[in-house]
């Protein structure tokens, strides 16, 4: 017999192997955009910790300023004025929400002390929540994700 056509397996096998390749770059930009995400965080953290390490370093005043409606922040340094040393803002997902005990500015003494320890609350855009806490006395940065 002279058949022409396609098993069913034989077609189930191609629409599998087709859907694993639709599949692939869904995910890579999934990845990719957390990836980001980590990214701005990592950086948020070392900024703050540069912050202070400089205000050891250099026996001056640094601080962190935030802007919560534009979503960036400032690294200042003080000297006989205000001088901005840096500025980030946020555009892969993150987003600045408020801070506890803080207000808007996380300020650095000459001993790397904070001058207000408290929380920063971020949001990343699948709108989980993000945790900054500044310690007293010792000014260490942790993040925490819920």
């Known amino acids: 017999m002279d058949r022409k056509g396609f098993t069913l397996i034989e077609v189930m096998l191609v629409i599998s192997i087709l859907g694993i390749f639709l599949l692939i770059p869904a995910l890579k930009g999934t990845i990719a955009s957390n990836f980001k995400e980590r990214k701005e965080l990592r950086t948020f953290k070392k900024d703050i910790e540069y912050a202070r390490n400089r205000a050891i370093v250099e026996s001056t005043m640094y601080s962190v300023y935030m802007n919560f409606e534009d979503n960036f922040y400032c690294i200042n340094k003080y000297e006989d004025k205000e001088v901005v040393l840096k500025k980030y803002e946020f ?3 993150i987003k600045l929400k408020g801070t506890k005990n803080m ?3 996380l300020a650095f003494s ?3 002390i904070p001058s207000k320890a408290g929380t920063i609350y971020l949001e990343d855009k699948n709108g989980d929540k993000i945790e900054i806490t ?4 010792t000014g260490k940065v942790n993040i925490y994700q819920k």
């Not at 500044?134 to 006395?137: G, Q, S, Y």
């Open 134 to 137: 500044i310690t007293p006395v």
């Open 110 to 112: 000459y001993l790397g």
């Open 91 to 93: 555009k892969n997902g």
């Open 103 to 105: 207000g808007n500015q």
